[in-house]
């Protein structure tokens, strides 16, 4: 399944609903899932060089007529032909379609675009409804004020008393911690608003979370891309304050970056993470984020399934990224990339980073907005990622060590005849090549998922870390086989 996110349009991605990613973005000309590069080898990277189209995300398929290679367990590059694929890194820019949500982004109606603040209208309309509600209020208190003198009448005579008392007020109003006001009121003085800007002054609008007290925040890749060579970077809590924030570490292929802010404050408080494997379809669910630069807003909604398949792209549109998502129904719009997905207690299940969209424009921006399809990486693979980040600075991505195919198939995901830049398609000695796993061997299940697609595989691949025993199932000659595979590791993302 392919989404929309924060700055450029990415392939739809196979075997899952067609799903946007936040960014800053053109606008889609045609209510359909953005188009883009697919692909990366089984190991994590995407083959260069890559031809083809990825298929229509709303079919839910891999792209098209395209080859994903790479040795160890990353994806193929999709759209990438059956030829090999160009050796260079990152694949070329995705054919079309915008990518929405508030990371980077350049130019008007991207994700982060500002919101226009709409004219004011005549006072005359204003005013006449103002008088509307005057005439009304002093309708029903006659009628109240003729009530209470007939019951105070009738009361006089049979108690000899005329006082009639009534509450001064409706009493306090208690929100308990369970509610959503409750998980609203503890969890937004840990958000931030991020405004990411290149060296070019391009730029836009994404959410953060605070990780941890020394003043680290999660957050989309795709937010701060622009920001990460030079760029200037800033977070804003909601009570106004405003702090300077530096690049820790990014990772494309799982779009997920932490930040740093300079001089944090000393009275941080982390968010509380969950555990998002044990999310339940229906769980309710609370997104934090700026929709169209709209700071701080929340919205409700539940969990509408797990473990969807789904293809996005970075800031620059230069790397697709992969996640085995949660999909939820509350509204996420351009500028909540990189928010938390919050359950009822308040807990962080996981990062909001893509949406899929009628490709309508909303706000006058021309970007496109929420229908209910909105995407957030697992907690407990973001976790995975951000601690390694905070360590090293770099990705670690788990592989199997063979290049896989991106074309349009329901079949499973095949290892490629030819691997990435003329390398072999199962690495020498690599986790693929000790179970016995040869080129047009086709895996149709990791564990017991199943596997549709290329970039299925490796999205699922990348829940795992480096070390983990997987059992795949494949296909050779017409037999079934299963066999044991311990995944291997690729560090960076060239």
Do not use: C
């Not at 391009?202 to 605070?210: A, N, R």
């Not at 969990?303 to 509204?331: E, F, H």
């Amino acid at each position: 399944m392919s989404t929309e996110n924060e700055g450029t349009a990415v392939p739809p991605a196979p075997s899952a609903p067609p799903v946007p990613v936040d960014a800053p973005a053109a606008p889609a000309p045609q209510a359909q899932a953005p188009q883009g590069p697919y692909g990366q080898d089984a190991q994590g990277q995407a083959p260069q060089g890559s031809q083809g189209q990825a298929p229509q995300g709303s079919q839910g398929q891999a792209p098209q007529g395209s080859q994903g290679q790479g040795a160890s367990g990353d994806a193929g590059h999709p759209g990438a032909s059956s030829s090999a694929p160009d050796p260079s890194w990152p694949p070329p820019p995705p054919p079309t379609g915008p990518y929405g949500d508030g990371g980077s982004g350049s130019g008007p109606g991207g994700w982060g675009s500002s919101y226009q603040q709409p004219a004011p209208k005549s006072g005359r309309g204003r005013g006449g409804l103002v008088a509307a509600v005057l005439v009304a209020a002093l309708v029903a208190g006659g009628i109240g004020g003729g009530l209470g003198y007939v019951l105070a009448k009738d009361n006089d005579e049979s108690t000899g008393s005329t006082t009639v008392s009534a509450s001064a007020n409706g009493g306090d109003v208690k929100r308990d911690p369970g509610t959503t006001a409750g998980v609203a009121a503890k969890a937004l003085p840990s958000t931030v608003t991020i405004q990411a800007e290149s060296t070019s002054g391009e730029g836009g609008t994404g959410t953060g979370f605070v990780f941890d007290k020394q003043g680290h925040i999660v957050t989309n890749n795709h937010v701060v891309a622009d920001a990460v060579d030079g760029g200037k970077l800033t977070a804003t809590f909601p009570t106004g304050k405003k702090y300077d924030a530096e690049v820790v570490g990014h990772a494309q292929g799982y779009d997920v970056a932490v930040i740093k802010l300079k001089d944090a404050p000393s009275d941080l408080k982390p968010l509380t993470l969950g555990d998002s494997d044990k999310v339940a379809v229906g769980d309710s669910t609370i997104a934090i984020g700026a929709p169209f630069g709209l700071s701080d807003t929340v919205t409700t909604g539940i969990i509408s399934a797990k473990n969807r398949p789904v293809a996005s792209s970075d800031g620059s549109g230069s790397q697709a990224s992969y996640m085995s998502a949660l999909q939820t129904d509350a509204s996420i719009n351009p500028g909540n990339s990189g928010g938390p997905l919050l359950d009822a207690q308040g807990n962080v299940i996981g990062i909001n980073s893509a949406i899929q969209s009628t490709g309508n424009g909303g706000f006058g921006t021309g970007q496109s907005g929420s229908i209910g399809l909105g995407f957030a990486i697992p907690i407990n693979q973001a976790k995975y990622v951000a601690q390694e980040l905070i360590k090293n600075g770099k990705p670690v991505y788990a592989k199997i060590g063979a290049s896989v195919s991106l074309d349009d198939s329901s079949e499973g995901a095949q290892i490629t005849d030819q691997g990435a830049g003329g390398a072999a398609p199962v690495e020498p000695g690599g986790p693929a090549a000790k179970a016995g796993l040869k080129p047009g061997d086709v895996i149709t299940k990791l564990d017991d998922r199943v596997i549709d697609s290329g970039p299925t595989l490796i999205g699922e691949i990348w829940t795992h870390q480096p070390g983990d025993k997987v059992t795949i199932t494949y296909e050779r000659g017409g037999k079934q086989h299963t066999v044991d595979v311990t995944l291997g590791s690729r560090v960076g993302d060239n």
